[in-house]
């Protein structure tokens, strides 16, 4: 499904590490990877003297993981410069690094994760570093909403993610208070987690079954972005990875969105993947 993968670097080392996290599954599904530096206007010498020594760096590590690997430096407006990268060499996913400014602000206000996730017409990973340098996750949370889209995708990556670092994938959806819900947390067994399941749901565990990814599976009362933060606080997550939100551009400046509380309050790295394939 990935055959070319992009990874947009800048001067600050969160992106080196949202890069090393494409480069690791650019190996995985043997894709060529390309590194894209972009010296915007009124960027100090210094700023891309950093960006472009990164890009050498990922290069190198690529041709060690034995990976294809091309770069690509140029100036002018970043997002406008990576539309064109991403058209010409015909690029099926990309990764970016969100930037300070994207957890301070609104994510739905006008920055540029906002902007590369509607404006591009690939897939989208935009990667939220918490802990700079630990590109090991052991452990994933994974969010499942009971109606979600690009299903396979969404599985695909997943199962790319966790074979490229041989991590154990911990499926996660948050119901509707349940009767026992002053209980904590509710155990299922396997019969009645899956009478629980919504169809996409399903499919998307009986295509992680298929690529033999490991698993488990949860299913909390609460409320959605709140629960997501605490399990993984609670269970010490290395990473999770979640679908963009797909509310309404009004609906998301009026109330916000799941994705944007995380993005804030997340202890761990986080991966929230717009899927176009």
């Known amino acids: ?41 009124g960027l100090s010498g210094k700023a891309f003297q950093d960006a472009e020594e990164a890009v050498k760096r990922l290069a190198r590590a690529a041709q060690e993981a034995g990976v294809e690997a091309d770069c690509v430096l140029r100036t002018g407006d970043p997002l406008e410069q990576i539309i064109k990268v991403v058209a010409t060499e015909k690029i099926e996913l990309v990764f970016a690094a969100t930037r300070h400014e994207d957890v301070q602000k609104r994510f739905y206000a006008h920055t540029m994760a906002r902007q590369l996730s509607l404006r591009l017409s690939c897939s989208v990973a935009l990667v939220r570093v918490v802990h700079l340098g630990r590109v090991q996750p052991k452990t994933i949370l994974v969010p499942l909403k009971a109606r979600m889209g690009h299903i396979a995708e969404r599985a695909f990556f997943t199962a790319l993610m966790a074979g490229a670092f041989g991590s154990r994938i911990h499926l996660f959806h948050t119901t509707k208070p349940m009767m026992r819900f002053f209980h904590g947390e509710v155990h299922l067994t396997p019969v009645e987690w899956e009478a629980r399941l919504s169809a996409d749901i399903s ?10 990814i490991s698993h488990e599976k949860k299913l909390i009362p609460g409320i959605a972005e709140r629960t997501i933060t605490i399990e993984a606080a609670a269970k010490r997550h290395d990473l999770i990875i979640m679908g963009a939100s797909e509310r309404s551009l009004l609906n998301s400046l009026l109330r916000g969105s799941p994705v944007e509380r995380v993005l804030r309050e997340t202890t761990c790295d986080l991966i929230i993947l717009r899927p176009r394939q």
């Open 1 to 41: 499904m990935y055959k070319k993968v992009l990874a947009a670097v800048n001067e600050h080392l969160n992106s080196e590490v949202s890069a090393r996290y494409a480069l690791h599954l650019a190996k995985q599904a043997k894709a060529r990877i390309i590194f894209c530096a972009i010296a915007e206007n």
């Open 203 to 212: 499919l998307f565990v009986d295509l992680l079954d298929r690529y033999d």
